[in-house]
């Protein structure tokens, strides 16, 4: 089977979108609707293996990543993982690496699927929306109790055994309000690799919902966040909403899809073997096949996906295409274009006020821990004379202003314009 031309993700939902809990901001649950006759939720064990194959031979890296969602993954069973893990041994060539991740909401997690998750080197997701009074005010069981105790217990779980843990944090309409208090809460559970996903949601009547974050009220959180971050934990806390901010200061591409100019290269695979463009774009029209009839590497090249990709960039408005911040933002996630630009065009994303502030307040800064890093320079040094308050150390640089790097140019036509440069 030939490989994918480019590094792909498949996000596999081996058990659709069944869960244990009912968080009501969750976009995935209705998702079970479009199988309305499926009698079992759960990917058939030929199936399975079909998959596995087909990703293996598709890959065109050395190591290859397998990426378990739901729905709840862990709801299968530990003896479906490690039924997965057996096939992924069974059929992988000699001298290539196979790497798992799950993203869980942690409830039924416990010492014997950390045996398990250690022993096997899974890379594991959790769930996790801060204090208790702000994760249980949307995240609830199906019989509307509270679930912060039994993932504040799965955390813990991990962290012992050292299982590496990403923490995932929504950002909704009521922990958005509270910056200090979320990260001061991840920082004293010792969580070192965080992200923060806000929340854009709308109802049957197509309206944002209640839960969903204000956008200038976001911008206000990750600017908070990111203050407290620069001064005390870079390089101990991992905050991804950082890290991808820095890299075009690094002279790097953009990791994430929802900041990259294209996007396509992450699919989704149904418990039936469907496979969708993305996974806010399970729906029909986003429907690229099956892999029972078409192969996944074929589906990878599909011009369906191909065009989706690229209609992100092409579908930018002009008040995006002429945006100082461009460069760190390429538009955003294509689900959150629900807005319409000053000039009436459509197509502006919704959180775009609050990603911009963002970007324009952080950039400085980034640009500053880029030359530190670049040069070798401890970081520490950098943080240590941002909380003595030395002002070359903390860099306010409107549009006009001569850029935090050093080239001598204004802002608005070096680092605010060019993060890459």
Not at 15 to 29: E, R
Request: glycine share 8%; net charge neutral; aromatic share 8%.
């Amino acid at each position: 089977m030939p490989a994918a031309s480019r590094e792909f993700q498949v996000m596999v939902k081996p058990i659709g979108a069944v869960c244990n809990l009912d968080c009501q901001y969750c976009y995935y649950l209705k998702k079970k609707d479009l199988y309305p006759d499926a009698k079992l939720l759960r990917m058939a064990d030929d199936l399975l293996e079909r998959y596995i194959v087909e990703h293996i031979g598709a890959s065109p890296m050395e190591s290859i990543l397998f990426s378990w969602h739901g729905g709840e993954p862990t709801l299968l069973g530990l003896d479906y993982f490690r039924r997965i893990v057996e096939l992924q041994r069974k059929h992988c060539p000699p001298g290539r690496e196979i790497l798992n991740g799950i993203q869980t909401n942690g409830t039924l997690l416990d010492e014997e699927w950390c045996d398990f998750l250690e022993a096997e080197g899974f890379f594991v997701g959790l769930s996790l929306d801060g204090p208790k009074e702000l994760h249980d005010r949307y995240r609830i069981d199906r019989q509307q109790r509270a679930t912060h105790r039994s993932v504040l217990q799965a955390l813990r779980l991990l962290q012992r055994r050292r299982i590496h843990c990403d923490v995932l944090c929504v950002v909704h309409s009521r922990n958005v309000r509270q910056p200090a208090a979320v990260y001061r809460f991840f920082k004293d559970a010792g969580v070192r690799f965080l992200q923060f996903l806000p929340l854009v949601a709308r109802g049957e009547d197509r309206q944002l919902s209640a839960e969903s974050v204000p956008a200038e009220a976001y911008g206000d959180f990750l600017c908070a966040v990111f203050d407290d971050w620069v001064r005390q934990d870079v390089g101990r806390v991992h905050i991804q909403n950082f890290d991808e901010a820095t890299r075009p200061f690094l002279g790097m591409e953009h990791a994430q899809c929802v900041s990259k100019q294209v996007c396509g290269n992450i699919v989704v695979l149904e418990h039936n073997g469907d496979v969708y463009s993305c996974d806010h774009f399970v729906d029909p029209e986003h429907r690229l096949g099956n892999i029972r009839e078409t192969p996944l590497a074929e589906l990878l090249e599909s011009p369906a996906l191909r065009a989706f990709g690229r209609d992100k960039r092409e579908r930018l408005p002009r008040y995006c295409r002429q945006c100082d911040v461009l460069a760190l933002c390429n538009g955003g996630c294509p689900k959150d274009r629900l807005a319409t630009t000053p000039q009436g065009e459509e197509g502006l994303n919704y959180l775009c006020p609050g990603l911009k502030q963002f970007y324009i307040h952080s950039g400085p800064y980034l640009q500053k821990l880029a030359w530190h890093r670049r040069s070798g320079e401890p970081i520490e040094n950098y943080m240590r004379s941002l909380k003595s308050g030395d002002p070359v150390a903390a860099p306010k640089a409107s549009r006009n202003d001569p850029c935090p790097c050093g080239s001598g140019r204004k802002y608005k036509k070096c680092c605010m314009s060019n993060p890459a440069s």
